[in-house]
Structure formats: C-alpha cells, structure tokens
C-alpha cells in the first residue's frame, strides 16, 4: 500500500510538473508573439494626419492675374484674409480657416509679384537673405521652369520656399510650413507645390 502511496505521489507530482512547464512554455511563447506584433505595427499618432495624396480629388486654385493654378486638398482651407499684400497676390492654402489662428496648423502660401529686375532668381533678396541666415539651398524645377528651394527649421515648425521667376518675369514663391510634431504634413505640402502650373495669360 505504501509503495502505491508513493507511485501515486511520483505520478502526480510528474503530471503537476508537465502542466506548469507547459503552461510557462505557452505564455513565453504568447508574450514573444505579441512583442512581435507591436514591433512591426506601430501606432499612429493620434495628432498625425495621414498624406493625402489622391491629388485627383483635390480642388483646384486658379489666379487670372498671375496666371497659375494649384491644386489644394478638400479638408484644407482658402484663407483670403489676414496677411499682407492681400489676394489675389497672396493666397494661403491652410488646415485651420480663416479667422482661426490657433496653433498647431500646416499651410501653404503662394506669393506672386512682378519683378522684371530681376533676371536669376539665386539674385532675390530673400534668397540671399535666408541662405545667410542658415537656410539649406538646392535647385530644383517647378513645372519646368528652373528654381531654388529654402528649407530650414525653428523649435516650433518646419519652412519650405520655392522660389523661381515664371513667364512675363513674374515672382513666385511657394512657402510651407507645419508643426515640427506632425511630419506627415510635408508630403501634402510637397504635392502642392507639384500641383503647381504655371497658365496662359490671359
């Protein structure tokens, strides 16, 4: 009898040893998995818009006076107040309408003026002037025609400007900026700028 004693408590003792060792192989096993998954699909931001980059859905800008058109997206806003020279030679392209300056937004601008002084756009004082402020300078083409692009950063945005001279040596000087925190707003702020077209005079 005690020998069966015995036998019984080996055999328990076997049994309670196998489920414990198996039940901690299943939860390692478990909690790798997990680390896996949140490892390859990371969260996003909460504050972080997605780039809206079906242009084809996008409304389109045009100005008569300085002869282009841009297109913008549908969630965004035409600002025509609140800065100076006013429409039609400033227009702003913004998240936040007009007459809500809160922060944080991302915004596009497209400033537009006639300058037949100038023959380089690498001449323009304000060129000149943010490349000796620190801006980092590249050329680049916008619808074709030959342009520099600004790009530099403070503690609270990220700036971007095009500059180039279009037909009829009018200026133009296409400038974005977005909040630091929120970097995917420079994907739509890039489509529109290559949304820009410069049009026939009219």
């Not at 400033?90 to 023959?119: C, E, H, L, R």
């Not at 680049?140 to 400007?161: N, P, Y």
Request: net charge negative; hydrophobic share 35%; aromatic share 12%.
């Amino acid at each position: 009898m005690r020998k069966f004693k015995a036998f019984a408590l080996v055999l328990i003792l076997v049994i309670c040893t196998v489920v414990i060792a198996g039940a901690a192989t299943t939860y390692i096993l478990v909690s790798n998995n997990a680390e896996k998954d949140e490892a390859t699909i990371q969260p996003i931001d909460g504050n972080l818009e997605q780039p809206l980059d079906d242009v084809s859905l996008w409304q389109t800008y045009t100005n008569n006076e300085y002869n282009y058109s841009i297109k913008y997206p549908s969630t965004w806003y035409k600002r025509l107040e609140g800065y100076a020279p006013p429409p039609p030679t400033t227009i702003m392209f913004s998240t936040k309408p007009d007459g809500d300056n809160s922060y944080p937004y991302a915004s596009t601008t497209v400033f537009s003026i006639v300058n037949p002084d100038i023959s380089d756009i690498n001449d323009h004082g304000e060129v000149t002037s943010l490349v000796s402020q620190g801006a980092t300078k590249e050329s680049v083409k916008i619808d074709g025609f030959d342009a520099v692009k600004l790009s530099s950063a403070d503690t609270i945005a990220e700036h971007v400007s095009y500059y180039f001279i279009g037909n009829d040596n009018i200026v133009y000087r296409i400038g974005y900026q977005y909040p630091i925190a929120q970097k995917s707003y420079a994907a739509d702020c890039e489509l529109l700028v290559k949304s820009f077209t410069v049009t026939e005079e009219n």
